[in-house]
């Protein structure tokens, strides 16, 4: 890791207020579930030198790699095919970039995913974009998987990778694929305006995992009732899991007049044993006697670990002139920019 990063603590919800506490978002699920309309992400703080070099060599500024054809590109077709084909790498910066996912891989086995935390990704193509415009991958959860295993060098199933990996890889891939500049449309909760925003993907803010930190930390205790529980870290197939529960609940049930338990069966899900405690019902069960102090907190710490992207970021109001926080809006704009055309300055 860069010693240019010095990580910053997440702030974690409030567990002592008493009221019901929002869901955490998985950015994934909300640019997928939000694929027809037009908004963007947004982050602040440093990013590692790798992500600007990066966005740098796409932007034609340096390379610190030499393009090599992809294996990919090779195709059967007239010799002017190959030949406008095999040129794409070199034009294109399609090269490999290393990076360090925030989790270093202290949660890996070399197996289903890094154990050095190390992969290698190149930008996305038109045929990467067109499995985002495809509904049926969409729908059954398996776009952002499809593209992240087409654009990674190595042989990992990226549905085994952290959610806090897998957000890092998507907010980079937008990046070296078209440009750190991520024009959005944003509202303020204050005064109700809305306008539009640039926001600079380059200015994220990443936190690696601390080296006295792994699977080994993954238990605690309640601060109310004192129950010990041990859980796990959410993967890209846990969010499916939970994402098909949510789906499956509204399609065979009348939720008319019930609560959305999603919440419950999501910390559920993630939680390994509590007191001895292992079935996932129990455990769903047990949830909706705690004190919601205890729920929050469980909440906060299966879902907040110590490392990842901090998706909190700040927007100007250019009206009023303030400030305000919000979780960046992942929706379709995200990997559809409008691109915008070069402008001819004639001498």
């Given at each position: 890791m860069n010693d240019e990063f010095s990580p910053q603590k997440i702030n974690p919800e409030d567990i002592q207020n008493p009221q019901p506490t929002k869901p955490s978002k998985n950015i994934e699920t909300e640019m997928l579930e939000n694929n027809t309309k037009e908004g963007a992400p947004k982050f602040s703080g440093p990013v590692p030198p790798a992500f600007k070099n990066a966005v740098a060599s796409n932007r034609g500024e340096s390379s610190q790699s030499t393009p090599t054809p992809s294996q990919e590109m090779r195709v059967t077709g007239s010799s002017k095919l190959e030949e406008l084909i095999a040129g794409i790498s070199a034009k294109g910066n399609l090269v490999h970039e290393k990076i360090i996912l925030p989790s270093k891989g202290k949660f890996y086995d070399g197996e289903n995913g890094p154990s050095d935390g190390v992969v290698?990704?190149?930008?996305?193509?038109?045929e990467e974009e067109e499995i985002l415009a495809t509904p049926?991958?969409?729908?059954?959860?398996?776009?952002?998987?499809?593209?992240?295993?087409?654009?990674m060098k190595e042989n990992y199933d990226s549905a085994n990778f952290l959610t806090q990996d897998r957000t890092y890889m998507l907010i980079y891939l937008r990046g070296i694929s078209y440009t750190p500049e991520y024009e959005v449309e944003v509202k303020d909760p204050d005064s109700d305006q809305t306008f539009a925003t640039s926001i600079n993907l380059s200015e994220l803010y990443v936190e690696y995992c601390k080296e006295d930190f792994s699977s080994e930390n993954l238990r605690d205790t309640l601060p109310v009732t004192g129950y010990n529980f041990s859980y796990k870290l959410a993967t890209g197939k846990d969010e499916k899991t939970v994402q098909d529960y949510?789906?499956?609940?509204?399609?065979?049930?009348?939720?008319?007049?019930?609560?959305?338990d999603t919440l419950l069966y999501r910390t559920a899900h993630m939680i390994s044993e509590i007191e001895g405690l292992t079935e996932k019902i129990e455990i769903q069960t047990l949830l909706k006697k705690l004190p919601i102090q205890d729920v929050a907190y469980l909440r906060t710490v299966v879902n907040e670990p110590p490392f990842g992207v901090d998706t909190k970021v700040s927007v100007n109001n250019p009206y009023t002139m303030s400030d305000f926080e919000m979780e960046l809006p992942l929706e379709a704009n995200f990997f559809f920019p409008r691109a915008k055309k070069k402008t001819v300055t004639q001498a």
């Open positions: 290698n990704i190149r930008p996305m193509t038109g049926r991958f969409v729908k059954r959860g398996q776009a952002i998987d499809m593209i992240f295993n087409k654009c949510r789906d499956r609940r509204a399609k065979n049930f009348d939720l008319s007049g019930q609560a959305d």
